[in-house]
């Protein structure tokens, strides 16, 4: 089992920066698939990035290509999510996931353990 708490959101400009981290306790993180959703209100939960658990393979929503970088650094058991040329529609509760022995994936319904969310704003 795994426990994740999630860091790094804030009020941001539009075209600003920000790092989110994913910080896990618990055994075996190296094995687990992680990923990051967000949700904005009134919205469903979307996918955002994901990253296997040796970290050599990522993939990510179109909306976020070029802009966002999925990370891992499984000595410390932490995740990451650098966010640059943020835009207002990115707004949204940011939580992590993970899939214990997955490989990745956009679906949420594969991930077991979930944080409870950083809120990342951006304003125009």
């Known amino acids: 089992q795994v426990q994740l708490v999630e860091s790094g959101g804030g009020l941001v400009q539009a075209g600003g920066s920000l790092r989110l981290s994913c910080a896990a306790s618990?055994?075996?993180?190296?094995?687990?698939?992680l990923a990051w959703f967000r949700q904005a209100p009134g919205k469903e939960r979307e996918f955002v990035a994901a990253?296997?658990?040796?970290?050599?393979?990522?993939f990510y929503t179109d909306s976020v290509k070029g802009r966002f970088t999925i990370s891992r650094d499984n000595a410390n058991n932490t995740m990451y999510l650098q966010m640059n040329s943020l835009k207002p529609e990115d707004t949204a509760l940011y939580s992590c996931a993970a899939d214990f022995a997955g490989l990745g994936s956009d679906a949420s319904s594969n991930y077991e353990y979930w944080g409870q969310g950083t809120q990342v704003t951006v304003s125009s």
């Open positions: 618990g055994n075996r993180f190296s094995i687990y698939a």
């Open positions: 990253i296997s658990w040796s970290g050599g393979r990522t």
